[in-house]
């Protein structure tokens, strides 16, 4: 039995953990346009003017403390739930992305296609960091995210972006996601640059910062939907400690930290503003 549709995910997971506190079972079912809309199971409907009297009071307060609470009560069983999640459950979510993350995806394939052909010389000199700090050409503080070297490089990245990417862009926004690749790419770009040298390159900082920010975001707001295992992050802070003692080889260390940091303070940003 339909109930209601949410733009946003994490409403409709709010909700339902809200429920769960009062003994009602809900299901979430995304339509064509990526809503999450609500269904009660028929047998349940003796208990529809109860979710009907609960929603109208939701729909004008969503942020509510007793949402919230509710959503701290029923976050170990939405960890249990992922950690027993099957390949199928997950699939879907790694190949079915939004706009923003396929543009910047391709716009990352276009670009090493074009360095292939070109050289990186080239590339560098038009997309690269700025060589001086007064450089007007704003755009290179960002566009070396674009930019990749080797195969291993940019699909190692894209794999990352395409996951925590379309993860964040389904269930957070559009927006959300592209302020954190530029808030993200601009600062572990200049902290890289400012460490080492301007022929440097690659969406790595940038995907650190999702795997910071759909970590701590998931792990304090479990019906978010956001979800990026505990052992995962262990192995990515294994891999930069690496990268700083040298075992990786020459690969941008600066960046990669500083783009966890940035993940980290934003996702601390946003569940500040969410339970003030």
């Known amino acids: 039995m339909y109930l209601i549709s949410f733009q946003e995910a994490q409403f409709a997971h709010t909700f339902v953990d809200y429920m769960a506190t009062k003994g009602v079972s809900l299901r979430i079912e995304l339509d064509n346009d990526g809503n999450s809309q609500l269904f009660l199971n028929v047998k349940d409907k003796d208990k529809l003017e109860l979710i009907t009297e609960e929603l109208k009071h939701f729909v004008k307060d969503p942020y509510n403390k007793r949402y919230l609470d509710a959503t701290w009560q029923q976050g170990e ?66 566009t070396p995210i674009f ?60 995907v650190y910062a999702l795997m910071g920010y759909v970590w701590l975001y998931g792990e304090r707001l479990p019906s978010s939907g956001l979800r990026f295992d505990r052992t995962m992050i262990g192995i990515a802070l294994i891999w930069l400690v690496a990268g700083f003692i040298g075992v990786l080889g020459s690969i941008a260390n600066t960046a990669h930290l500083i783009g966890l940091i940035v993940g980290l303070l934003l996702a601390a940003k946003d569940i500040w503003l969410l339970k003030k």
Not at 124 to 131: E, I, T
Not at 136 to 142: S, V
Not at 154 to 179: A, H, P, Q, S, T
Request: with cysteine; hydrophobic share 50%.
């Open 77 to 142: 069983r939405h960890h249990s739930e992922i950690k027993n999640s099957s390949l199928k459950a997950i699939l879907p979510r790694f190949v079915s992305v939004g706009p923003v993350t396929l543009v910047i995806a391709l716009i990352c394939v276009v670009l090493y296609l074009l360095l292939l052909v070109v050289g990186p010389r080239v590339i560098l000199a038009y997309l690269g960091y700025p060589f001086f700090e007064n450089n007007d050409q704003l755009w290179r503080y960002i």
């Open 147 to 206: 930019i990749h070297f080797s195969l291993l490089h940019i699909v190692f990245n894209l794999m990352w972006w395409w996951y925590l990417g379309g993860m964040i862009e389904k269930l957070r926004g559009k927006l959300k996601l592209i302020e954190i690749m530029f808030v993200s790419g601009i600062l572990s770009n200049y902290a890289e640059a400012s460490v080492s040298s301007p022929y440097f390159g690659g969406l790595s900082g940038v």
